[in-house]
């Protein structure tokens, strides 16, 4: 018998590549996405093609749906009948949650809530359920951020992170549920959504190397973050529902580097050095060849709090999943690059 994944957020970044990773173990795969004014499936468009309408046997599935809408996601677990719920539905931009403070804690907190409360009830199965909690949640808390790191959020994404992380908790210790908590460090990729900062940085750098007039406008310049590869942090999602106990895990690359240090990897793998003149909000940095200025600070990206450092330590993973990242900076740094480049040919 194959079984039965649903994944929320199946049009995200982390959507393509857990949808990726379960159907080539042979999973059947019914992902839930929002209907939006225009179409946003291009991440999944090829899975969909592959395992759906060119199928002879089809295996992934779409579903509308929305992580506010209780009545929905009910039905939906009820009509699907999985073996193992991902729940990777969220507003997941830290400084869009400081605009949009109650819809975020809405989707990224009650939103777990409502799945939870639709699993205790189901009982046809007993489903596994997976939740993608965040480094965020950390907030002030000094690095290395491990299991037994306190918890000291700094923005309404964390906060309502936190809400889901923690109601995760207590449906398993009260109602014996299968269910756990990934503590995810930033993770990257080609298909990171363009707002976030290594994806910008890229989409800039690749600009400003094909037609040498894109300038970067950029925040935080000094936040420190561990960045890792969406591949591989997937897989790590699949291996906690594979054991036999429910438990959460730290998943990071223990690394971590400045947003600065990132833009210059970035722009030197494109054969491109940066000089840095001025300070804080009046930091720039020009093309060593031409001094022409390629990046300027915008206080427009600042956020009203900041988590200043992020670096995790995921040696329980290690330990008890056989798990360990095996994408490197550099090497994402590249594919990203690789995959701009080929774009804006
Ligand atoms: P992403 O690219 O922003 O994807 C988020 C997904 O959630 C999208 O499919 C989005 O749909 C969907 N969504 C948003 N609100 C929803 C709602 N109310 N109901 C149903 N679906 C909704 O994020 P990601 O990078 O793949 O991250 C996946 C999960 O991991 C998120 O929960 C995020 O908070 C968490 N996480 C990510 C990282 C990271 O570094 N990537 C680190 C820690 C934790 P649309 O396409 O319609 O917007
Ligand atoms: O890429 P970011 O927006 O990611 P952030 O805020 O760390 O959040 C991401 O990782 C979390 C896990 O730690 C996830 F839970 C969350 O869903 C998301 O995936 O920003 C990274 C850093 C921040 O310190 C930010 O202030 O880069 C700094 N930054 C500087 N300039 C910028 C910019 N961030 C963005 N998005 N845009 C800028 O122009």
Sequence with gaps: MKKIALVTGITGQDGYYLAEFLLSKNYIVHGIKRRASTINNYRIDG???????????????????????????????????????????????????????????????????????????????????????????????????????????????????????????????????FACSGILFNHESPLRGETFVTKKIVMSAVKYYRKKNEILEIGNLNAVRDWGHAKDYVKNMWLMLQKKFPQDYVISTNKSYTVKEFIEKTYKFLGINIIWKGKKDKEIGLDKKNNKIIVRVNKKYFRPNEVEILRGNSKKAKKELKWKPTISLNQLVKEMIEYELKLQN
Excluded: C
């Design 47 to 177: 899975l969909y093609k592959k395992y759906y309408e060119k199928a002879k046997v089809k295996s992934f599935f779409l579903h509308y749906g929305d992580v506010t809408d209780s009545l929905n996601i009910s039905q939906l677990i009820t009509k699907i009948n999985p073996d193992e719920i991902y729940n990777l539905a969220a507003q997941s931009h830290v400084k869009v949650s400081f605009e949009t403070p109650e819809y975020t804690a809405n989707a990224d907190g009650l939103g777990v809530l409502r799945i939870l409360e639709s699993i205790k009830r189901h009982k046809k199965k007993k489903i596994k359920f997976y939740q993608a909690s965040t480094s965020e949640m950390f907030g002030e808390s000094k690095p290395p951020q491990t299991e037994s790191t306190y918890f000291a959020p700094k923005s309404p994404y964390g906060a309502a992170k936190l809400y889901g992380h923690w109601i995760t908790k207590i449906y398993r210790e009260s109602y014996g549920i």
